[in-house]
């Protein structure tokens, strides 16, 4: 791709292979690995990352919509597929012909499947067990046993449930023990499929990471309690969930960079304003970098006068308001003494690694400054911003 605006994520390989070891070597005996890769692999982008999941031994992916499955399939993925959103009719018609596994999670959806079948299509059931978004109550396990039992049109896979608070999976007495209590309930109930049941997210998985190292987990745990499949998503991208203490648990390595320059420089008088409303005013003679990337972006405009970037080796602030294809740096500090002809169009790191060894954190713009969640950063970064991919992820 030819790029002209030098702003662009780079997607390390080598990290998200090393997320994946750390999972695969934790949990070497899971009867499910599903790496979610789900609105464009949490920005990452869902066909490279796929196959280098693929390469990685991943069988399975998932997806939310039918649409980023075709196009894993038209790109030439032959993994499983799991499509957990919603699909009508023609919709599960499209499942079918191009062998995506739905999950299942309406009575709606079972009658489209039966109708569209041809042969029998493997699936997975989903209940709701705390979440109150998708899937089935626990109290109609009966009638979908009687359902799906000998049906020939549908052949049960799998039992999932999603935990809507997993960063409480270590208490026993916690949201997450309830609802993997319930969902092991119904899987008592369907023990003559000889099925498995997947439900751990990162935390989930973090947490009985985390216990078992410690080994201060009783036996009869909800997290014990089978041997639970995964679905992780934030901590393949390199993130964890937790907080920092059970962070410790693994090294996981951030996946994402995102990178601009400083295109141009600015040199503010006390009093001058910078951007849109004149929301700051420079204090002392300042020197001001414009970097080519703004809200359109995925830069989020609520981190106006909030955040920090990496440039120069130096931490400096986001001053002004963010604008659509712009932002603006304080950069007086970080060039004190230097050329600033030898500087221009010197990286900006927006988050993620620069290349004089520091770092940025998804995380930290997030939870301090726009209140957002690392998944919203992550998957925010736009379309027109050039993923570039580095090592070779073996
Ligand atoms: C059904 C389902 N399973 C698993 C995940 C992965 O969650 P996380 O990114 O917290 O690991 C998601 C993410 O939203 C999800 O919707």
């Not at 995506?100 to 009575?107: E, G």
């Not at 410690?214 to 036996?219: A, L, R, V, W």
């Not at 393949?236 to 141009?264: E, F, W």
Request: net charge neutral; aromatic share 8%; hydrophobic share 40%.
């Amino acid at each position: 791709m030819e790029i002209y605006r030098k702003t662009f994520a780079e997607i390390n390989l080598d990290h998200l292979a090393h997320n994946i070891r750390v999972l695969q070597n934790a949990f070497p005996n899971a009867p499910f690995m599903c790496p979610m890769i789900k609105a464009n692999a949490y920005g990452h982008g869902d066909i490279q990352l796929a196959k280098c999941l693929e390469k990685l031994g991943i069988q399975h992916l998932g997806v939310c919509l039918i649409e980023e499955g075709l196009s894993l399939r038209e790109a030439g993925v032959k993994a499983e597929v799991l499509v957990f959103g919603g699909f009508d009719r023609e919709g599960a018609s499209k499942i079918m012909q191009f062998q995506l596994t739905p999950v299942v999670s309406s009575w709606e959806q079972l009658d489209h499947l039966e109708a569209a079948a041809t042969t029998s299509v493997p699936m997975h059931l989903k209940f709701d067990t705390g979440m109150g978004r998708l899937g089935f109550s626990p109290s109609e396990a009966q009638k979908l046993f009687d359902r799906l039992w000998q049906n020939k049109k549908i052949r049960l896979k799998a039992l999932l449930t999603h935990l809507y608070q997993a960063d409480d999976a270590q208490a026993e007495d916690g949201s997450t023990s309830a609802q993997l209590r319930q969902l092991h309930q119904v899987s008592l109930l369907f023990k003559p499929f000889q099925i498995f049941c997947h439900a751990l997210n990162s935390a989930g998985a973090l947490n009985l990471m985390c216990c078992e190292r410690e080994k201060n987990i009783k036996e009869n745990h909800p997290l014990l309690l089978q041997n639970w499949g995964l679905r992780p998503g934030l901590m393949i991208y390199g993130y964890s969930p937790l907080d920092a203490s059970a962070r410790q648990i693994c090294d996981l390595k951030p996946v994402m960079t995102l990178k601009s320059v400083a295109s141009n420089f600015r040199f503010m008088k006390i009093g001058e304003s910078v951007s849109y409303g004149g929301t700051w005013t420079a204090k002392r003679e300042s020197v001001i970098a414009v970097v080519p990337i703004g809200y359109a972006d995925g830069y989020h405009r609520i981190l106006s006068n909030q955040s920090f970037a990496l440039f120069n080796g130096f931490r400096v602030p986001v001053v002004g308001n963010v604008c659509m294809d712009y932002l603006m740096l304080d950069i007086t500090d970080a060039v004190k003494g230097s050329d600033l002809g030898l500087l221009k169009n010197q990286e900006v790191t927006l988050f993620g690694f620069d290349s004089q060894g520091g770092f940025l954190s998804a995380e930290e713009l997030a939870k301090k400054n726009s209140h957002s969640i690392t998944w919203e950063i992550l998957t925010s970064v736009g379309e027109r911003v050039p993923r570039i991919y580095t090592g070779s992820g073996a």
